[in-house]
């Protein structure tokens, strides 16, 4: 094997291939990184959010006539959007999945100040809610149309007696049951007023996208609003966008002491939640690849320095009976010594920084597979990075190599 003498041989003249050593590492380390802050990015943009995002669209109603009756304007509009031809449903609600901007309270399982709560994302919905935003009601049942009333700021109820929690929030609440087994417990918001569970929903995110309780989320059989309203309204499949410019047209026309504006699609408001998220992808992309390259064309130089300065060595070995195959093996082998120690070096740096992130900025530890593709794949790269000028070194000819000096 030719292992032991090229080995010595890097020892001997080191600080050039120590360099690329270097170099190697440092991209394996950024490089395994990044994959796996990709991976995760990824993996949360492709989180479900529970409603049917592709016919789900929302928009807003402004009232700046003094004289309008907002509870009867907005009776009147809900009416209009449900009777709508290829309108499936629509309710109006604070918010939605990943809008960025919402209500929250905490609900605990016994009343009392002293007590922890849980943190929950709060949709005001009638009873039509559950089925315009199309979630799966797992247990229990929905709201009947007598338990939805207007919040009454002067002394009514501030929360109806009766609400509908996401499984998530029910295995928080009660760990020791099942989800579903939620169903007929009171529990508690605001620390002391009692609620009850009569429904379990499957999933439904909460609006705020980098939120650890994502999948903690509350329907409420109330409705809220003094002059605004923000309808939102699930199509027939295939419906939205022809949708969405009639409905808008029809609302406007039909009362013009308001302003119908906001309109976006549940596909926009995901695009929007995420944008940062997509961004970053993209430039760790480009990170990657940046590196991937300026190591292949240090690889490259190196390589190509190390032909031009063994040029008359390459020919004696050739003279001597060396082989074209035999002087493409050497600088190919040669080459991925110089890897292994990087990518060896490199998977060491990696862990650490890992390490170090996860730990600073709560990041999800690497997967154990990204180590091993990372090595295999930069030891590819330095392969093809070095054939040509290894193919080069192996056409010198004897007499050529022997007339240098």
């Known amino acids: ?39 995760e990015r990824t993996r949360l943009m492709g989180r ?28 009147e509009d809900l009416e209009a959007i449900r009777n709508f031809p290829g309108v499936v449903n629509a309710v109006m609600t604070n918010s939605l999945p990943l809008r960025q901007g919402g209500w929250s309270q905490g609900l605990q399982t016994e009343a009392g100040d002293d007590i922890d709560d849980i943190g929950v994302a709060i ?10 935003f199309d979630v799966d009601l797992v247990a229990g049942r929905n709201f009947a149309p007598t338990e939805v009333n207007w919040f009454d700021p002067d002394g009514g109820p501030k ?9 998530a929030m029910a295995a928080e ?31 439904m995110q909460a609006p705020w996208k980098g939120w650890s309780g994502l999948e903690r989320s509350l329907l409420v059989p109330m409705k809220r609003g003094d002059g605004f309203a923000r309808y939102v309204i699930r199509t027939e499949p295939g419906s939205r966008d022809a949708l969405i410019p009639q409905i808008e047209k029809m609302l406007a026309e039909g009362n013009t002491g308001r302003i119908v504006d906001g ?5 926009e408001i995901r695009h929007r939640a995420y944008l940062g ?47 074209r195959p035999a002087i493409l093996r050497y600088f190919m082998l040669e080459n991925f010594l110089i890897s292994s120690v990087g990518v060896v070096t490199g998977a060491i740096l990696a862990v650490g920084l890992n390490i170090w992130m996860v730990q600073t900025f709560d990041l999800t530890p690497i997967t154990w597979y990204i180590i091993p593709a990372a090595m295999i794949a930069l030891w590819i790269v330095g392969q093809f990075a070095v054939y040509g000028p290894a193919r080069r070194a192996s056409l010198v000819s004897p007499a050529i190599a022997t007339r240098a000096v």
């Open 277 to 323: 998220d997509a961004a970053m992808i993209k430039l760790l992309v480009f990170i990657v690849s940046l590196l991937t390259a300026i190591t292949s064309l240090g690889i490259v130089g190196l390589a190509s320095f190390s032909v031009a300065r063994r040029t008359k060595q390459i020919g004696t070995r050739r003279a001597l009976g060396a082989t």
């Open 48 to 75: 479900p959010s529970g409603v049917d995002e592709d016919n789900i669209f929302q928009l807003y109603s402004t009232s700046f006539d003094p004289e309008l009756e907002f509870q009867s304007m907005v009776a």
């Open 173 to 203: 609440l009660y760990p020791d049951i099942t989800p579903e087994e939620a169903v007929g417990k009171v529990a508690y918001i605001e620390n002391d007023i009692p609620i009850t569970i009569v429904g379990v929903i499957d999933r």
């Open 123 to 132: 949709y005001f919905v009638d009873e039509q809610g559950i089925d315009t």
């Open 1 to 39: 094997m030719e292992i032991g003498p090229i080995w010595r041989a890097l020892l001997r003249n080191r600080s050039s291939y120590i360099l690329i050593a270097l170099q190697i590492a440092v991209t394996m380390a950024l490089m395994v990184n990044a994959i796996a802050i990709i991976q």
């Open 263 to 267: 309109t976006r699609t549940m596909t």
């Open 159 to 167: 929360w109806p007696g009766v609400v509908v929690i996401t499984r």
